[in-house]
């Protein structure tokens, strides 16, 4: 049997929300002439705290949370559980390059090389040094790395051992902390925010044993809240920098937006289901959806109408650019999303028992 959790799908929905509303607010922002407000939300965006983050780092936890516990139990899981995930991520995946390649050039003026397109369409397109056609796009290939992480770990017995996760999320943020005052190099701190990204998953792993499992108690979700908070202030203020550069990156706010995510999980992993809200469970269900078709809405919609020049006309552009998302990512949520999920359980293990599989936020989602 599977079952959703409202509480997970809140989450899901405040995550995705969040990106919409951080790259609705930076369409305003850029749009604009300096002026009373231009800095306001500026600042706001960019060097005090990055919605957007907020929303990817939270579907991370969520992931953590999920994903270890989505092999079935069945004669296959490995398989079954490969089977699950693609039907979850690429239909939908490839609906949004279809649509992204249709609206590109006749709204924002973009082509991309035909190799670009075609290394997307596989969704592996960083491990082979190209660049996403569309930034959201990033989010998809840290979950790609924690699922095959977790298929290694399943295969070899450690992912459902007690401590694996606890011990993955200690040793990354020591190794993280130790290399803070000793490591300069930009580059290697980008592969630390990767890894910072796969701890905040690992950590969900560590809350779902200890709220759900278990295995684990509140001393050890204690002790990694605070290691974590140290390896995301470190990784953060090493990869953008204390000055902010005017691209809504900076230490600051994207440091707010890794702890503030990790907070708000654990509060509402340990109020459970007191903590679900029924409409933002039925926005975080078509999250992915969301995710991924959201910012054409916001496209189109900029396109016909513009932003507005002032505060009331901010206001409306942004309710009608969630508004619209919400709406189309419905309708792709039961046109693509839901029958394609449907349709890969034809193909599961024929020997498959009854399990608690509780679906991934982006399907797994992933976020900016």
Not at 94 to 117: D, M, N, Q, R, Y
Not at 207 to 228: F, P, Q, S
Not at 243 to 262: L, P, R, S
Request: net charge positive.
């Amino acid at each position: 049997m599977h079952k959703r959790l409202a509480f997970v799908d809140t989450l899901r929905g405040i995550a995705v929300l969040s990106v919409v509303l951080q790259h609705t607010l930076e369409q305003i922002v850029l749009n604009q002439p300096t002026g009373t407000y231009y800095w306001t939300f500026h600042y706001a965006l960019g060097e005090y705290f990055n919605f957007g983050r907020f929303g990817v780092v939270l579907f991370f936890f969520v992931s953590g949370f999920v994903i270890p516990y989505s092999f079935p139990n069945s004669a296959a899981p490995v398989r079954d559980f490969a089977i699950s995930r693609f039907f979850r991520l690429y239909p939908a995946y490839w609906l949004s390059i279809v649509v992204l390649l249709v609206l590109s050039p006749a709204i924002e003026g973009k082509t991309f090389p035909s190799s670009h397109v075609l290394a997307n369409v596989t969704m592996f397109q960083m491990f082979m040094g190209v660049p996403n056609i569309r930034i959201a796009y990033w989010t998809l290939t840290v979950e790609l790395i924690f699922y095959i992480s977790c298929i290694c770990l399943f295969a070899t017995g450690f992912l459902t051992r007690r401590l694996t996760a606890l011990q993955i999320v200690i040793a990354t943020c020591i190794i993280g902390i130790v290399a803070f005052p000793v490591v300069k190099i930009h580059a290697v701190w980008g592969v630390l925010e990767l890894a910072l990204d796969l701890t905040a998953m690992f950590f969900g792993k560590v809350i779902r044993d200890t709220v759900m499992e278990g295995k684990l108690n509140w001393r050890h979700v204690g002790i990694c809240a605070l290691l974590y908070v140290i390896f995301a202030a470190g990784v953060t203020y090493r990869r953008y920098g204390v000055d902010y550069q005017e691209n809504f990156f900076c230490a600051y706010g994207m440091g707010a937006a890794y702890i503030v995510a990790a907070f708000v999980f654990i509060g509402f992993a340990a109020l459970g289901e007191k903590a679900a809200w029924r409409f933002m469970s039925f926005v975080g269900m078509i999250s992915y959806s969301i995710y991924l078709m959201g910012s054409f809405a916001m496209i189109v919609i900029f396109y016909y109408l513009g932003a507005g020049s002032g505060p009331m006309q901010w206001l409306l552009f942004t309710v009608a650019v969630i508004a619209a998302s919400i709406l189309v990512s419905w309708l792709t949520y039961l046109a693509i999303e839901k029958p394609s999920i449907r349709f890969g359980q034809r193909f599961r293990s024929p020997r498959s028992f009854a399990s608690v599989s509780l679906q991934s936020p982006l399907r797994s989602q992933v976020a900016e």
